[in-house]
């Protein structure tokens, strides 16, 4: 059967990595997770204490660093020059600096390579940002996916104390506003639908429902 890249793109906290994860294993593709890669940036970034709106800084480190996305039997791991940072690149910490880091021109421009080339194979699903836009403009699928703040809130809200993490409502809220207003407002490839890209506004549905819906696509574009 043919491969296709299909890409994922929308807000904060909309579940796209879930959702890109259960398409990809229906599909026996690979799950690229991009907000990983700028995660594990951020997070050297602050081993070094860089300062974040250092663009040449956090550029040249960059290049010092070997991030890999690897699927384990435990799911999906995040290695940066052999450390595993898995766990380490979903800290408050991280989440609240990253989109400071992904703002650069120079990052974006070495990362959108790096993507680039691990999706030259197709058979990919791959999400973030700027995928169907910049990262793979000739994706044969591409998705965005939205949901109001207080769902994505809620979700997340919901899936801390599931988990018995701390975790504070309106904290999530202000949170998810604020990296939402820094995606899409920089200057460089900013958060954006495609314009050819299928809006699922997944407000109202379940993970299996936005699941059926992007695959339902892929058959129809496939
Ligand atoms: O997807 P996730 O929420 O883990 O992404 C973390 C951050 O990485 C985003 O808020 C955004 O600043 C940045 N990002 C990006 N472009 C991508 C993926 C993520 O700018 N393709």
């Known amino acids: 059967e043919n491969q296709l890249a299909i890409a994922i793109d929308g807000p904060a ?102 993507q680039q080339k691990l999706a030259k194979k197709r058979g990919v699903v791959m999400d973030g940002r700027d995928i169907g836009t910049h990262v793979i403009p000739d994706a044969e699928v591409k998705i965005f996916m939205s949901a109001s703040v207080e769902e994505r809130a809620e979700r997340r809200h919901k899936e801390n104390l599931k988990k018995g993490f701390p975790s504070n409502l309106e904290e999530l809220m202000d949170e998810i506003r604020r990296r939402d207003e820094i995606d899409s407002k920089r200057e460089v490839a900013p958060l954006l639908k495609a314009d050819d890209a299928v809006e699922i506004d997944t407000t109202s549905l379940s993970i299996d429902e936005v699941v059926e819906r992007i695959i339902a696509v892929v058959k129809k574009n496939g």
């Open 13 to 114: 906290a909309a579940g796209k990595s879930t959702v890109a994860k259960k398409v990809a294993h229906q599909l026996g593709y690979v799950y690229i997770d991009t907000g990983a890669m700028y995660r594990a940036l951020t997070w050297c970034a602050l081993q070094k204490e860089l300062d974040l709106e250092d663009e040449a800084g956090v550029h040249h480190l960059l290049m010092e660093c070997d991030i890999l996305l690897k699927m384990e039997q435990d799911g999906q791991r995040v290695y940066v020059n052999e450390e595993d940072v898995t766990q380490a690149i979903r800290t408050q910490e991280v989440t609240n600096q990253v989109s400071l880091v992904a703002k650069h021109r120079k990052v974006r421009e070495e990362m959108v390579q790096r």
